[in-house]
């Protein structure tokens, strides 16, 4: 069901980058480094080269169209809990346009050409941004009856992508420009990102229809009052 494709969009980026990182090591391309903690190289650079970038791309650029599918979901499931029209076309809007960018990343992973690299850099801003704050709408506007773990949850996770901007302007202000910083917050608020998009499927999940469909469904047995 949906909830299921929520959970393969979210997890298909994270088990190919962690491959693609794994290959990378494997490969002689990259030194041994943790990514979370002092990364020297930002998610692009660590996968642009084969075989690493292959294998990304094999994960990420199916995992587009199952975040496309699931943002159109989290519209109807917006719908369905009662959010107002402007939450539920700006969530899904950004969304379909963050998986649309993100497979234009993807394509253009690995490729040569002051295009091709100005392609990449608006596929991965776009992204992120769309899908930041795709999260962010979805995590305000949902309903506070309903689903409250998981719009909880997701609420705690937007807070933390919100974090990562000042934390790094901070840094910079006080300590001075830092690569690794900004490196290690990719990875992180990637890493994040992901995860939203997955536990989006708890949401939709609970949503209006989906419960009142269980709870209309006819009970075994013989009815009360009937031979």
Do not use: K
């Not at 990378?24 to 480094?33: N, T, V, Y």
């Not at 990875?187 to 989006?200: D, N, T």
């Amino acid at each position: 069901g949906p909830a299921r494709v929520a959970l393969l969009a979210g997890a298909l980026p994270a088990v190919g980058t962690a491959v693609g990182f794994v290959l990378a090591r494997w490969s002689g391309d990259l030194g041994p480094m943790n990514p979370f903690i002092g990364c020297e190289v930002s998610i692009s650079r660590a996968m642009r080269n084969e075989p690493a970038v292959q294998v990304f791309r094999a994960f990420v650029l199916p995992s587009a169209a199952l975040m496309a599918l699931t943002w159109l979901e989290v519209g109807r499931a917006l719908r369905a809990s009662g959010a107002g029209r402007a939450a539920r076309l700006w969530a899904a809007g950004l969304g379909v346009l963050g998986a649309v960018f993100l497979v234009l990343y993807g394509s253009y992973l690995g490729t040569d050409g002051d295009v091709y690299r100005l392609m990449r850099r608006y596929g991965v801003y776009v992204f992120f941004g769309g899908t930041g704050v795709a999260l962010t709408v979805t995590a305000v506007a949902w309903p506070a009856a309903r689903a409250r773990p998981a719009r909880r949850a997701l609420r705690v996770l937007v807070a933390g992508l919100w974090a990562a901007g000042p934390v790094q302007l901070v840094h910079d202000h006080v300590v001075g420009r830092s690569d690794v910083l900004a490196n290690a917050l990719e990875w992180w608020i990637a890493g994040a990102l992901m995860l939203g998009v997955a536990r989006l499927g708890a949401l939709i999940a609970e949503r209006p229809d989906a419960t009142a469909a269980g709870a209309d469904a006819p009970a075994d047995g013989p009815v009360s009052g009937r031979p």
